[in-house]
């Protein structure tokens, strides 16, 4: 799973952050309880000495010392408990300060060096809040009585059964694509941010981002003859609107045709959610992408009809 640098950044500042917090605590425990400062000082005395017997001492005498230091050690370390509870503090308060203790805000475990649960739980955090999806757009908020027509209701059911199955089978959904056409004010744009919730949820790495702001990118980047954003990798690419993006010969349906090839080549699946109907999509694109967005091997195309809910 890529690790955003965002994230990166909050685990070393995390660390930091606690670092600093241990030495603070250190310091000030210095200054109240200095025995315990006296008592740190003879644990390194002591750490130092054995260190300096591994070079001169024969195997054997080196493991005796290594117990006898070992003993003392622990014996010091019951002073120092001690001395923390007398004056009031636990006996932790100077232990290493962490978030996390299983990885030690590292984000990988130590024991197999797989992903910790709290990094796993951040990446999913940030893809969220950088993925433009409306916070309460959810499966779990569908509230299907904004639909005030029976038909209309039965229709949205239907869909969204279709959505939280095509949603839970991500990454690898059969067919790959989820095309929503259909005209405003039907809902597209809503299921099309709750599978990209769930999607999110689940761990997937999504981009959800309307038409118009994709081709924005892929614009800026031709004009500053840099690469082209990535729209190709990602788990999960949801297109808003398609159709928004302004039409320039040469460029719009033949980036829009390698985004959407790439995507199948690799596997990788896409939901595009668009007001415009199938002759639409014929008159503004070559045959090539519609046969590639129609294409029942490919894509499930489902159509929404109905009132505009948002005028009700
Ligand atoms: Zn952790």
Do not use: W
């Not at 400062?37 to 290594?66: I, N």
């Not at 929503?180 to 709750?194: A, E």
């Not at 790495?205 to 892929?218: C, H, Q």
């Amino acid at each position: 799973m890529h690790i955003p640098t965002k994230v990166k950044e909050e685990y070393a500042a995390k660390r930091r952050k606690n670092e600093l917090l241990h030495e603070r605590r250190v310091a000030e425990i210095y200054e109240r309880i200095p025995e315990i400062s006296d008592v740190d000082s003879k644990k390194l005395d002591l750490a130092f000495e054995l260190g300096m017997k591994a070079y001169t001492a024969s195997g054997e005498d080196y493991e005796s010392e290594f117990s006898n230091t070992k003993a003392e050690l622990a014996k010091l370390d019951d002073l120092k408990g001690t001395l923390l509870t007398a004056h009031g503090y636990p006996t932790d308060y100077l232990e290493p300060v962490y978030d996390c203790h299983m990885c030690m805000d590292k984000g990988f475990l130590p024991s197999d060096g797989s992903m910790c649960a709290c990094l796993l739980n951040s990446i999913i955090s940030y893809n969220y809040a950088s993925s433009d999806i409306d916070n309460g757009e959810c499966f779990e908020n569908f509230d299907l009585s904004v639909f005030h027509n029976e038909k209309q209701r039965r229709m949205m059911s239907k869909m969204y059964d279709f959505s939280l199955n095509y949603a839970n089978t991500l990454p690898h959904p059969e067919p790959l694509n989820l095309i929503i056409l259909g005209s405003t004010g039907l809902g597209k744009t809503y299921l099309l941010n709750c599978i990209a919730k769930r999607a999110i949820v689940n761990g997937l790495n999504v981009i959800k981002i309307t038409s118009y702001n994709m081709f924005d990118s892929i614009l800026k980047s031709i004009r500053s003859d840099a690469d082209m954003p990535d729209y190709i990798s990602c788990d999960l690419l949801a297109i808003d609107d398609l159709g928004s993006e302004p039409f320039i010969n040469n460029i719009t349906v033949e980036k829009l045709f390698l985004i959407i090839n790439e995507r199948e080549a690799q596997r990788k699946p896409t939901v595009i959610a668009s007001n415009l109907s199938k002759d639409d999509l014929q008159n503004r694109y070559d045959e090539r992408i519609v046969s590639r967005l129609l294409t029942p091997k490919y894509n499930t195309v489902v159509l929404l009809r109905g009132d505009d809910v948002r005028l009700l």
